[in-house]
Nanobody, 119 residues
Framework: QVQLVESGGGLVQAGGSLRLSCAVS????????MNWYRQTPEKQREFVAT???????NYADYVKGRFNNSRENAKNTAYLQINSQQLEDTAVYYC?????????????WGQGTQVTVSS
């Protein structure tokens, strides 16, 4: 059984920072890409960032320069550092990962973590 849990969300003032975590647990053989998405009630879920198993990140154009994506393979965990928070960053942030487990290979999603930016 593989589980993926996001954490680190909360209430932050505009201009502030947060670091989100995405931890994968279970009978894991390997993890390929780990990806971040976000969703608001008004928008469909949108891509935010991805990071390869080798640690190479890539970002949506609208977050470049403010978001930093990293991972610790030894901990099966990815991180999303959000800096210079803007009101538009308010959303539920989701992580997914391409996991090769004892039961097979699949993409797993977490339950999401809420980020709320206040003025």
């Amino acid at each position: 059984q593989v589980q993926l849990v996001e954490s680190g969300g909360g209430l932050v003032q505009a201009g502030g920072s947060l670091r989100l975590s995405c931890a994968v647990s279970g009978s894991i053989l390997s993890i390929n890409a780990m990806n971040w998405y976000r969703q608001t009630p008004e928008k469909q879920r949108e891509f935010v960032a991805t990071i390869t198993a080798g640690g190479r990140p890539n970002y949506a154009d609208y977050v470049k320069g403010r978001f930093n994506n990293s991972r610790e393979n030894a901990k099966n965990t990815a991180y999303l550092q959000i800096n210079s928070q803007q009101l538009e960053d308010t959303a539920v942030y989701y992580c997914n990962a391409d996991v090769r487990a004892l039961s097979g290979t699949a993409k797993f999603w977490g339950q999401g973590t809420q980020v709320t930016v206040s003025s």
